[in-house]
């Protein structure tokens, strides 16, 4: 790499670790928020869903404006509206302010990361060097969403609540700055019409099925299954899709996103059982919770510098087969956990390897779903990743709870929620590696 390369790589990975972060950095300090601010229990949730709903939500459409408008714009704006949303969170007093600086968040995610992802992805050209970008990313992404409890419980711990939303704000403030010197402005698409009803349909299908999933709720289930059916009949007869229907004939594009759904899902519900299992069921505190996820920690930086060389060395359908195995099967120790603390010498050494196997899926997926997209198409290839894992962050966790509220102990709800995410995970590992077997051409559309 060049030294810009190398600078431009320090940015947007950076940022994008830093919104990955922002998805879990308050789970740990859900307690003392509600507390300062007035939320009831009940309420907790949506402290996480007032966030990843618009993060999920309206990637595809900030994706597409990135390609019409200019990505270095869409990046740049998302971090000013960052960096004032969580000021103004860092501020609040009362659970209004609070959820819609959390909102406000989740809409400059959904404007920052693929805007980030795709930069990225057109500033290398050679696949090389673009799978080991693409792999530190990815790696990133899913370490940020641990180091986001890590940070959590350390600042709840040491500081308070606030500095959770606080500490965005010198750090987007600083890539504000350096960005237009460093990040070139890379031509944009003549306009089109953009998808507003399918941006509508897709959001408001994540809500229902959010809702329904968290409040157990049939009826709303079944409402967000028809609106993202909706979503989808939209797609297909839009004249600018949020989805290209030919992009997904890509086989690589259809089964990465399909292996991102999975990875980000299952591990995002693990870290909350994990999280609860810490807390109430061991009754540690938020700082010996938030150091608990820094063992898995090191694995991301491990499997993030392996990751992309093994890829490159071996494919990527072949690794992410392999880490998808690894991740769901050391998730399966942990079905044995008890009361005893004593249980954190299988939690810890468990968590470790199967957060190496996470972070290499990870890696090998998002190199799959991007690496064969055509140049003109690549922010909305991004973008389509990117809701891939913000959905993916938004179910995982209401997907697992409901599994875990079968049950009346809370934890023998774990476990029942930790073996459905063993079973999911290694059941569709199977399909995925088939469906990204090469069988020739695929259409370009």
Known sequence: ????????????????????????????????????????????????????????????????????????????????????????????????????????????????????????????????????????????????????????????????????????????????????????????????????????????????????????SFMALAAGAALLALFFWIERRASAPLVSMAMLAWPSVRWGNAAVLIIFSMEAGLIYLVTLYLQEVLHLGPLATGLVFGIPGLASIVAGILAGRIIARRGARRVLLAALLVQGGFTAPLILLGSDPNAMWLLIPALFVGFFGHITAVVAATVAATSEVPQANKGLASGLMTTSQRVASTIGIPALAAVMAVRADLLGGIHMALAADVLFTVITAIPVAVGLKPRGPAATG
């Open 1 to 216: 790499m060049t030294a810009r390369q190398r600078l431009v790589v320090v940015l947007l990975l950076g940022a994008n670790f830093m919104l990955s972060a922002d998805f879990s950095i308050l789970n740990i300090a859900l307690p003392e928020i509600g507390q300062a601010v007035g939320l009831k229990v009940s309420e907790f949730p949506w402290v996480a869903t007032s966030f990843s709903l618009p993060a999920a939500g309206l990637s595809l459409l900030f994706g597409r404006l990135g390609d019409l408008y200019g990505l270095r714009r869409m990046f740049l704006l998302g971090l000013a509206l960052l960096a004032a949303s969580s000021l103004s969170g860092g501020i609040a007093t009362g659970p209004a302010l609070l959820l819609a600086a959390r909102a406000l968040q989740g809409v400059a995610t959904a404007m920052t990361g693929p805007a980030a992802l795709a930069l990225l992805i057109t500033t290398f050209a050679e696949e090389r060097q673009r799978a080991r970008v693409l792999g530190m990313n990815g790696a990133l992404l899913s370490g940020g969403f641990t180091f986001g409890a890590l940070a959590g419980g350390m600042l709840v711990g040491v500081l308070s609540w606030r500095w959770a939303f606080l500490i965005n704000v010198p750090i987007a403030v600083l890539i504000l700055a350096v960005t237009p010197f460093v990040v070139p402005v890379k031509p944009s698409r003549d306009a089109v019409r953009l998808d507003i009803p399918g941006a509508l349909s897709v959001t408001l299908g994540l809500l229902a099925i959010v809702y329904g999933c968290t409040e157990r």
